[in-house]
C-alpha cells in the first residue's frame, strides 16, 4: 500500500514562505505525476501546481508565486510557496499518480494546513 507523508505547512505572516513536502513510500509502480491541491474553509478542493514529465502547470491565483518540483530518486514533490497571502490560507494535499501497467492510481496525502494571517 502506497502511503504519502506530507510535512511543512504551518503559520506564516503575509508576504513570508513555506515549503511543503510530500514523500511517497517506495512502490514497484512508476509516477506518472506529482500535484499540490488545496480546500479552504467552505470551498472546493481545487488544483494549485502538478509536475508531469518535467512540465509543470499552476492555476492564475499562484502563478509566479508558487513552484512545484520534484526529487525522482526521494519519490518526493515539494512546493515552495513565496509571497503568501491570507487567501492562500486552506489545507493542502498532495497527490501522486501511478502507472499500474493498464491505468493510472490516484494516492493523497493526509493533508497540512497552511495558514496566512498577521
Known amino acids: 500500500q502506497v502511503q504519502l507523508v506530507e510535512s511543512g505547512g504551518g503559520l506564516v505572516q503575509p508576504g513570508g514562505s513555506l515549503r511543503l513536502s510530500c514523500a511517497a513510500s517506495p512502490s514497484i509502480f512508476s509516477i506518472n505525476s506529482m500535484a499540490w491541491y488545496r480546500q479552504a474553509p467552505g470551498k472546493q478542493r481545487e488544483l494549485v501546481a502538478a509536475?508531469?514529465?518535467?512540465?509543470?502547470n499552476y492555476a492564475d491565483s499562484v502563478e509566479g508565486r508558487f513552484t512545484i518540483s520534484r526529487d525522482n530518486a526521494r519519490n518526493t514533490v515539494y512546493l515552495q510557496m513565496n509571497s503568501l497571502k491570507p487567501e492562500d490560507t486552506a489545507v493542502y494535499y498532495c497527490k501522486v499518480a501511478f502507472w499500474g501497467g493498464i491505468r493510472e492510481y490516484d494516492y493523497w496525502g493526509q493533508g497540512t494546513q497552511v495558514t496566512v494571517s498577521s
Open positions: 509536475i508531469r514529465s518535467g512540465v509543470t
